[in-house]
């Protein structure tokens, strides 16, 4: 766990401008490495999602530096951007965004056909369990199901890191868990850095290392001496 | 007050303001063609109909070669007669100066004293001519314009085959020449041809009708039979060289302008159909997306105690506000466009003035029609959204339901990637959806279709009146019936190539009830100059016996090639003959009815008599060859080819284009209407998968391509289909514009169709554009992270 994958400082983010100027971030250091999990805590409004959109290339900051391994994120034009997200970045969203009018194999294909070193979509099913169920479209899936398609379509283009953002916000808690295995299983068998988003304090437990953000500031960061398997959660 | 739903009504039409005028515009082009057509039909009939009524137009008129005054007594005394006046009127020839071309005319006498008791002269400026002068005469307006005469000029005329300086007094229009044509001809001609007046005495002098006249006027009592007083007339004058007593459909400015009162009737009601139709869609599609996007407010307003009624008031006000928008733009677009046109209409029907009129029922039709046409198109939408529970209305709208398409396993073995899969599938789905936007296209098309192809028809009918059917460079008509020698003669003339001589003979045809009043031309059956032509414009052969009938003719006469047709001869003789129908020709201008020289002479019985001759002439000679003819004593008028064609762009053709020019940009503007509709839909649909695409690297351009390549696929099939609707409109609007006047060809080159495509391709990328500026500025972070 050496490698450094993210590097942020001094980060800050201003939504409008005058006395209507929102802060979003009022100035994060923070560092991401190879292969870990990290769980961003943190209230509405505390600027967890900001950080996350800026790491993924969806939002450009107001001040600071980010890097993506020697890419400036910052700096980095539109195209720049859209061609790091291609072969960089899995997503994964509350909610799912899939396509409806693609089967659950194909949507996965989505994001194949346009990455470098794709693994095949059947084998990204497969490792969110979803192998027998690629023949389907969005609307005869379950809603983990979805988000467990969403995951494999996240990963099938063997992304450096991974960027959940409420994964499991709308799912029970049973459903929820089968999310964060298939999650946990990934990051473990292919290294694959991942941040995840919650306001769910139970999840915390699975990751290397738990970062609270509050009002546009790192508050907290804590390193779990062991990560638990997300079977075991509950909440 | 203004109720919360009202404010929430005035948001979403500022939100929506791109579509909104979109349908506006749709919705517009539709009522402002309507409402021209109606302001033309509505000013052009009550200019007339006021202007009939003030200067007294006549319902009957029957002209002769002489009649003694004592006749004008047993006129008045018909029954059903409410008032006749007899005047005298002869044709004659003009010179005016700096304009070398032959001008012929009329000139009518008005009575010594007073005004005229029917067909009332409208002084536009000056005096009537005194009885007391010889030489005073009023000029027609028309005739005036065209080369700037004003009271105090004076002009060179050969009346009677006497020579004489006419003195200009007074400039004047009548109601019996509205549309002023010279004899034989379908188009007017204000350069070439006059109308004037003279008082009685003197022009009865000149023409040596003292005590005497050659055409009555008569007005009937309401309530009299029409055809029992013609009879009566033609009884009362026969023997006299009556051409035959007519009514006002007969009469030649009555019947044309009633003919471009009946095509604008059909313009009316034809254009705002398809308009209308286009804008219903486009309602349905928008006002059903805007209810889709707003099941869960409208879930909300029914948990609230809403009933079903209050919502569909505050939608149907939003369409209504929509509608009445465009309605607004059309009915303000259109009374200007009709303004427009009625000043050009000014220029060919000689009023006194036009009345402007904007019918207030009819136009509050349109605006009723317009208002519940946008409503039907919501009926379906909110009857959709209504059935729906509210507490499931409020939970997230579950994932539409896809499934492999036909088509996609019919293309089993091409390699789909995934955006082409979506658009397909998307295609498939809704299939009614996309039926309705290659509709909206296909009719967006055929709009244009129809407003381009008659430009190229107009031209195929100019081209084949003036150099397949009339080949001669001019037409010179004689004084009286000549014998063939008039043709020798007027070949010896330098300059004249050739000369051929024919026979125009005025008659009336009859078929059982039907009947036409034509002139029957014989001709040479070796002509060169004078052709007829079939119907794929081959030049049809006179036939030794038997007469050809313009195929127009034909069917309003209702007879078949084979068939017998009685032929009135209308020479006051009261003679008739049957004769067979040999076939039918195509002409474009005008109708008309041919039978071989000999063959019409024998008819006749008076021997081996011409009164026409056809010309050919050297180009470069042309001046001395005029200027020989009009020295000719036997020369009754010379018209020219050319001046005819002239004549015909400068008026009908003018009208006719400005009219179809305007249809055709309003056709691009509905092109336009229905194709961003379509893709600004497709877009807000497709909001969030095309966001996910841009999450997942896909870069704008081709996220992109999934809307460009779907409307691509609509166009590929909506264009053709409109240029085959197209051409089932257009064979409707020939069908309901044919006319004696003229018949407009279907005629579909590629460049109507590549015209027609080019407009609907340039409002597919004008809306493309919009869309890709819409996909580039698309926010990710907000479409991804909020539940639609």
């Known amino acids: 766990m050496t490698e450094t994958v993210f590097e942020a400082r001094g980060l800050t983010k201003v939504y409008g401008e005058g006395e209507l100027a929102v802060h979003a971030l009022r100035g994060v250091d923070i560092e991401l490495y190879a292969g870990?999990?990290?769980?961003?805590?943190?209230?509405?409004?505390?600027?967890?999602?900001?950080?996350?959109?800026?790491?993924?290339?969806?939002?450009?900051?107001?001040?600071?530096?980010?890097?993506?391994?020697?890419?400036?994120?910052?700096?980095?034009?539109?195209?720049?951007?859209?061609?790091?997200?291609?072969?960089?970045?899995?997503?994964?969203?509350?909610?799912?965004?899939?396509?409806?009018?693609?089967?659950?194999?194909?949507?996965?294909?989505?994001?194949?056909?346009?990455?470098?070193?794709?693994?095949?979509?059947?084998?990204?099913?497969?490792?969110v369990d979803l192998q027998s169920r690629g023949h389907h479209f969005p609307a005869e899936l379950s809603g983990g199901e979805q988000q467990r398609v969403a995951i494999a379509r996240a990963i099938s283009k063997r992304p450096a890191v991974l960027l959940c953002d409420e994964p499991t916000g709308a799912l029970d808690s049973k459903t929820g868990v089968r999310v964060l295995e298939a999650l946990a299983r990934v990051n473990r068998e292919l290294g694959t850095a991942t941040v995840i988003i919650t306001h769910n304090a139970g999840i915390a437990a699975m990751a290397d290392r738990v970062i609270t953000l509050s009002d546009g500031h790192i508050s907290e960061v804590r390193c779990n001496t062991e990560r638990a398997d997300p079977a075991g959660l509950s909440w | 007050m203004i109720s919360v739903l009202d404010h929430k009504l005035l948001r979403e039409l500022r939100h929506l303001r791109g579509q909104v005028l979109a349908i506006a515009l749709v919705v517009g082009g539709g009522v402002a063609v309507c409402m021209m057509s109606l302001v033309n039909y509505s000013s052009l009939n009550d200019t007339r109909d006021s202007y009939y009524r003030s200067h007294m137009f006549a319902d009957a008129f029957v002209d002769m070669t002489r009649a003694p005054q004592r006749l004008l007594d047993e006129v008045r005394a018909l029954q059903g007669v409410a008032r006749a006046e007899a005047r005298v009127q002869t044709s004659l020839q003009l010179q005016v100066g700096g304009f070398d071309d032959p001008v012929s005319g009329r000139v009518v006498s008005l009575p010594d004293e007073g005004e005229p008791r029917l067909n009332r002269i409208f002084l536009r400026a000056g005096r009537l001519p005194d009885s007391r002068r010889s030489n005073e005469v009023v000029v027609?307006?028309?005739?005036?314009?065209?080369?700037?005469?004003?009271?105090?000029?004076?002009?060179?005329?050969?009346?009677?085959?006497?020579?004489?300086?006419?003195?200009?007094?007074?400039?004047?229009?009548?109601?019996?020449?509205?549309?002023?044509?010279?004899?034989?001809?379908?188009?007017?001609?204000?350069?070439?041809?006059?109308?004037?007046?003279?008082?009685?005495?003197?022009?009865?002098?000149?023409?040596?009708?003292?005590?005497?006249?050659?055409?009555?006027?008569?007005?009937?009592?309401?309530?009299?039979?029409?055809?029992?007083?013609?009879?009566?007339?033609?009884?009362?004058?026969?023997?006299?060289?009556?051409?035959?007593a007519y009514g006002r459909e007969d009469q030649f400015s009555h019947r044309f302008l009633s003919e471009e009162l009946k095509q604008l009737r059909t313009m009316a009601m034809l254009f705002p159909a398809i308009f209308m139709t286009v804008a219903i869609f486009l309602i349905n599609v928008v006002i059903g997306r805007l209810v889709a996007t707003q099941r869960d407010v409208i879930a909300i307003l029914k948990a609230f105690g809403y009933s079903n009624l209050q919502v569909s008031l505050h939608f149907a006000k939003l369409v209504s506000v929509i509608m009445l928008l465009g309605i607004f733009l059309g009915v303000v677009g259109g009374v200007w466009l009709g303004d427009a046109?009625?000043?050009?209409?000014?220029?060919?029907?000689?009023?006194?003035?036009?009345?402007?009129?904007?019918?207030?029922?009819?136009?509050?039709?349109?605006?009723?029609?317009?208002?519940?046409?946008?409503?039907?198109?919501?009926?379906?939408?909110?009857?959709?959204?209504?059935?729906?529970?509210?507490?499931?209305?409020?939970?997230?709208?579950?994932?539409?339901?896809?499934?492999?398409?036909?088509?996609?396993?019919?293309?089993?073995?091409?390699?789909?990637?995934?955006?082409?899969?979506?658009?397909?599938?998307?295609?498939?789905?809704?299939?009614l959806r996309t039926l309705m936007s290659v509709s909206g296209i296909a009719l967006a098309t055929a709009i244009v279709v129809l407003g381009t192809f008659q430009f190229d028809s107009v031209n195929l009918m100019v081209h084949t009146q003036f150099s397949r059917v009339q080949q001669e460079d001019m037409t010179v008509s004689l004084v009286n019936p000549r014998s063939h020698r008039a043709a020798r003669e007027v070949v010896r003339?330098?300059?004249?190539?050739?000369?051929?001589?024919?026979?125009?003979?005025?008659?009336?045809?009859?078929?059982?009830?039907?009947?036409?009043?034509?002139?029957?031309?014989?001709?040479?059956?070796a002509s060169q100059l004078s052709h007829r032509v079939d119907t794929e414009l081959n030049h049809v052969a006179l036939p030794g016996e038997g007469v050809l009938?313009?195929?127009?003719?034909?069917?309003?006469?209702?007879?078949?090639?084979?068939?017998?047709?009685?032929v009135e001869w209308l020479d006051g003789s009261g003679e008739r003959s049957e004769v067979v129908v040999s076939g039918g020709t195509r002409e474009f201008i005008g109708v008309g009815a041919w039978m071989a020289l000999p063959e019409l002479q024998r008819l006749?019985?008076?021997?081996?008599?011409?009164?026409?001759?056809?010309?050919?002439?050297?180009?470069?000679?042309?001046?001395?060859?005029?200027?020989?003819?009009?020295?000719?004593?036997?020369?009754?008028a010379v018209s020219e080819r050319r001046a005819m064609l002239d004549a015909f762009y400068e008026t009908l053709g003018r009208t006719f284009l400005t009219f179809t020019f305007v249809n055709s940009l309003l056709g691009g503007v509905i092109a336009f209407g229905v194709i961003y509709n379509t893709v600004r839909i497709s877009l807000a649909e497709r909001g969030r998968e095309l966001a996910s695409l841009r999450v997942l690297g896909y870069r704008a351009a081709e996220v992109d391509h999934i809307l460009l390549?779907?409307?691509?696929?609509?166009?590929?099939?909506?264009?053709?289909?409109?240029?085959?609707?197209?051409?089932?409109?257009?064979?409707?609007?020939?069908?309901?514009?044919?006319?004696?006047?003229?018949?407009?060809?279907?005629?579909?080159?590629?460049?109507?169709?590549?015209?027609?495509?080019?407009?609907?391709?340039?409002?597919?990328?004008?809306?493309?554009?919009?869309?890709?500026?819409r996909v580039a500025t698309l926010d990710l972070i907000e479409v991804l992270k909020t539940r639609e």
């Open chain 1, 36 to 127: 870990e999990i990290v769980v961003l805590l943190g209230a509405s409004g505390s600027g967890k999602s900001t950080l996350l959109n800026i790491l993924g290339g969806l939002d450009t900051a107001s001040g600071g530096t980010v890097r993506y391994r020697a890419l400036d994120l910052v700096a980095a034009s539109e195209r720049q951007l859209t061609r790091y997200r291609r072969d960089h970045v899995g997503f994964v969203f509350q909610f799912y965004n899939l396509i409806a009018s693609l089967t659950a194999r194909e949507n996965v294909a989505v994001a194949t056909e346009i990455a470098p070193d794709p693994m095949d979509p059947d084998e990204a099913l497969a490792m």
């Open chain 2, 140 to 244: 027609i307006g028309s005739f005036a314009e065209a080369h700037d005469l004003r009271p105090g000029d004076s002009l060179e005329a050969i009346i009677n085959g006497r020579w004489q300086v006419l003195r200009v007094v007074g400039i004047a229009e009548s109601p019996e020449f509205v549309y002023v044509i010279p004899p034989g001809s379908m188009l007017p001609d204000y350069h070439r041809y006059a109308i004037l007046w003279m008082a009685e005495r003197p022009l009865a002098a000149a023409t040596d009708m003292v005590g005497a006249f050659n055409s009555v006027l008569i007005s009937m009592e309401p309530g009299a039979v029409e055809q029992h007083l013609l009879d009566e007339l033609d009884r009362l004058f026969r023997g006299f060289g009556s051409t035959g």
């Open chain 2, 341 to 431: 046109m009625a000043g050009m209409y000014a220029e060919y029907f000689r009023f006194p003035e036009m009345l402007f009129r904007v019918p207030p029922l009819p136009t509050l039709a349109v605006v009723v029609v317009g208002v519940l046409a946008g409503l039907t198109g919501a009926h379906g939408a909110l009857s959709r959204a209504f059935r729906l529970p509210p507490a499931q209305a409020m939970g997230p709208e579950p994932p539409p339901a896809y499934r492999h398409t036909p088509m996609e396993r019919a293309l089993a073995g091409i390699h789909l990637s995934q955006p082409s899969r979506m658009i397909l599938r998307s295609l498939e789905r809704r299939p």
């Open chain 2, 493 to 525: 003339i330098d300059g004249v190539r050739a000369a051929e001589a024919s026979l125009a003979v005025p008659v009336r045809l009859r078929s059982a009830h039907r009947s036409w009043r034509v002139a029957l031309v014989g001709l040479t059956a």
């Open chain 2, 549 to 566: 009938l313009t195929e127009f003719l034909l069917q309003a006469l209702a007879v078949n090639p084979g068939d017998l047709v009685t």
């Open chain 2, 604 to 636: 006749r019985g008076r021997g081996a008599e011409i009164n026409q001759l056809q010309i050919s002439i050297d180009p470069d000679r042309r001046s001395d060859v005029l200027e020989a003819l009009q020295a000719r004593p036997l020369v009754a």
């Open chain 2, 709 to 773: 390549a779907e409307l691509a696929l609509l166009m590929l099939v909506g264009i053709p289909l409109g240029w085959l609707i197209g051409q089932q409109l257009a064979i409707l609007l020939i069908w309901l514009m044919q006319s004696e006047l003229y018949r407009i060809p279907l005629l579909f080159t590629e460049r109507t169709l590549g015209l027609s495509a080019t407009v609907v391709v340039l409002s597919a990328l004008l809306s493309g554009v919009v869309a890709v500026r």
